[in-house]
C-alpha cells in the first residue's frame, strides 16, 4: 500500500468514527425539533433518520470501494 492510499483509508476510518458521533446528534437533533414543533419524535422521524445513516453508509462504502487499490492488468 503506498502512502497516499495508506492516508486516504485513514481518513476513510475517522470519517466512520466521526460518522457514529454524528448519528447521536442527528438523532438528538430530530427529537429537539419534533418537541419544538410541538410534536413527539414517531417512527416517521426514525425512518428518516435511518434513510440518512443509509444513504451516508452507501457513500462511505463507495468511497472505501474507489480508494482500494486496483490490481494493473
Given amino acids: ?8 483509508a485513514v481518513n476513510l476510518l475517522l470519517g466512520l468514527a466521526a460518522n457514529a458521533g454524528i448519528a447521536w446528534t442527528r438523532l ?3 427529537i429537539d425539533k419534533a418537541h419544538a414543533e410541538g410534536r413527539k419524535f414517531d417512527l416517521t422521524d ?20 474507489a480508494a482500494k487499490v486496483k490490481p494493473t492488468p
Fill in 1 to 8: 500500500m503506498n502512502p497516499l492510499d495508506l492516508i486516504t
Fill in 28 to 30: 438528538r437533533a430530530a
Fill in 46 to 65: 426514525l425512518h428518516a433518520i435511518a434513510d440518512q445513516t443509509q444513504a451516508d453508509l452507501d457513500a462511505l462504502r463507495a468511497a472505501i470501494d
